[in-house]
């Protein structure tokens, strides 16, 4: 109703699970990381509770599409069966011939037993999700831990994941389930979002519905109440963003503010005594009237019953815009007398410096790794590119008089560059730099030992043991999922990681992801530690 009003392309809060609205906040992320290195344990229960709404059915289905080709997987959605009605229903979803008549739990458990053998035999995995978990009976839990006794020398042959809300974790406590309790290999609680997380979270979906960079629909205090009202429940966020952009849309506002989400939390939680036969908000009323004078009109337009107008009127306010501060009177003027605009080897060595290494190379990007440093040279075409690195990193320039010059960059801030100017930092307009630069730029960085290439499945080395421990320090885990061979764990795993960092998600670890990697444990310098070296002076 109100998107087109916005500019946007569809109604970006809607309740329905759609998977280009993904959101992964670091705690789906974790929760998705525990599920997976849970699955390659190989055997066991693994465990994800949540309230309502914060996210569960995502980290299924992020979940199901993390798991290898070779995974059978078995999805109970409603598990208020009794014992045979749910091993009936498994062998239903694994494919498994039963007589329906005539089957017993002996029966179908013989059944199973022979299908994960012959499923190990070929190599495959068995994988059985539980959703809603918390309405199971005790005498079904009790039948669903006798299933993970079906197994081999070395390993379960059943992999089980049952999903709930918190009261799920709090049956599985009580003593006559310790058994199975004690057989939980992974478990996570999925916490509701922060408010940074539902700012970010709210960014995230306006801007995948179309909402460009320079414009804001929600105040900050709009925020704020959207994150006190849901709680940071991620269904209600929807409902409330859905309902305030629907009264901006109403009060011909520009973006919601704080007394739209207000309004908006009455509406949709019922809250302060509301009653089937309460009138509707006056905001509803408008919006709910306006959207019918828009169909209206659109049914005119296409009956030729209205001509176009000469000059169509702006839909929304665009977001005010902010004045920069005047750069450095030293940029002004000719631009090869700025202070930023150094020789090519110049900036090199002061990137070398930055890294604390004393004497940098004959050649500012080496072919070769120099004091466990190596050089990665691309190209972009946009700024908006270069700010998917934190780290500083040297632009190859090319001045007015056709002569080769470098700029060390450390920041982007709005329409501004941060860039090296001797031992100070200048603040320089893009539209001041844009005119110089290509696209070619370098970094420096720091890759585990024995990469020299990218990383897949199959590969074997200490390059892979060291990703497979930069990934488990990055979860928190003790134990990382391969002690030198990439294996399908671990590539499900990387795969998670380039699609939460907006990386090509081909489970191949190349430079990018390492960098990625590298930025995420501080191993790289960063940015704002590279401006804080030339601010203060210090060299790390």
């Known amino acids: 109703m109100y998107h087109q009003y916005f500019g946007l392309r569809e109604a970006p809060f809607s309740i329905a699970v759609n998977p280009r609205y993904l959101f992964m906040s670091p705690r789906h992320r974790d929760a998705l990381a525990h599920l997976l290195y849970g699955v390659g344990a190989g055997g066991g229960f693994i465990l994800l509770t949540g309230e309502v709404g914060t996210g569960k059915t995502t980290i299924n289905r992020c979940l199901l599409e993390q798991l290898p080709d070779d995974t059978d997987i078995a999805i109970i959605l409603n598990p208020a069966l009794n014992a045979l009605e749910l091993l009936a229903s498994v062998c239903d979803e694994l494919g498994i011939d039963c007589d329906t008549r005539h089957h017993s739990l002996k029966s179908l458990t013989d059944k199973l037993h022979r299908f994960l053998l012959d499923n190990h035999a070929r190599g495959r ?28 020398n070395h390993e379960k042959l059943l992999q089980i994941v049952l999903i709930g809300q918190p009261e799920l974790a709090a049956m599985l406590r009580r003593p006559e389930l310790r058994q199975l309790n004690q057989r939980i290999t992974a478990r996570y609680d999925l916490g509701p979002l922060s408010l940074d ?6 960014r995230h979906r306006l801007q995948v519905a179309g909402l460009t960079a320079d414009r804001e629909l929600f105040a900050d205090g709009a925020v704020r109440a959207i994150h006190r009202r849901s709680r940071g429940i991620p269904r209600l966020i929807n409902l409330l963003c859905d309902r305030s952009l629907l009264g901006a849309y109403g009060g011909n506002k520009s973006r919601a503010d704080r007394a739209m989400v207000e309004a908006a939390a009455r509406e949709v939680m019922g809250e302060e005594g509301a009653s089937s036969k309460r009138r509707r908000p006056a905001w509803v009323v408008a919006a709910l009237v306006g959207a019918v004078i828009a169909a209206a009109g659109a049914w005119l337009w296409n009956r030729g019953a ?12 665009a977001a005010p815009a902010r004045v920069a501060p005047e750069a450095p009177a030293a940029n002004k003027g000719s631009t090869t007398a700025a202070p930023w605009l150094q020789p090519p080897d110049a900036a090199g060595q002061q990137l070398w410096a930055l890294h ?15 004091a466990g440093l190596a050089c990665y040279r691309d190209a972009v075409r946009t700024w908006d590119a270069l700010q998917g690195y934190d780290r500083p990193l040297v632009l190859e320039l090319v001045t007015p008089e056709r002569f080769r010059a470098a700029a060390l960059l450390l920041g982007i801030e709005g329409q501004r560059a941060r860039l090296a100017a001797g031992e100070t930092v200048a603040v320089v307009p893009l539209a001041e730099l844009t005119p110089l630069w290509s696209g070619e730029f370098y970094l420096l ?38 002690q030198g061979r990439f294996n399908e ?18 489970g191949v670890v190349g430079v990018r992801t390492l960098l990625k990697l590298n930025e995420q444990l501080g191993i790289d310098i960063t940015r704002s530690l590279a401006l804080s070296q030339l601010e203060t002076g210090e060299r790390s």
């Open 445 to 482: 960085w720091q890759p585990p030992e024995g990469f020299d290439g990218p990383l897949s499945l199959g590969d074997e080395g200490p390059a892979v043991a060291a990703v497979a421990r930069m990934l488990a320090r990055l979860d928190g885990q003790d134990r990382p999922l391969t």
């Open 125 to 152: 995995k068995t994988v059985l999700m539980i959703d809603e978990a918390q309405h199971l009976d005790f005498d079904v839990l009790e039948q669903i831990r006798l299933l993970t006794n079906l197994e081999t």
């Open 306 to 317: 209205l001509a176009p107008r000469a000059e169509a009127p702006a839909v929304a306010a």
């Open 489 to 506: 764990a671990l590539q499900s795993r990387v795969r998670l990681f380039q699609a939460s960092n907006q990386l090509a998600a081909d």
């Open 356 to 370: 604390a290494v004393a004497v940098a190379p004959d050649q500012a990007c080496p072919l070769e790794t120099v």
């Open 197 to 202: 997380e539902t700012r970010a979270y709210i």
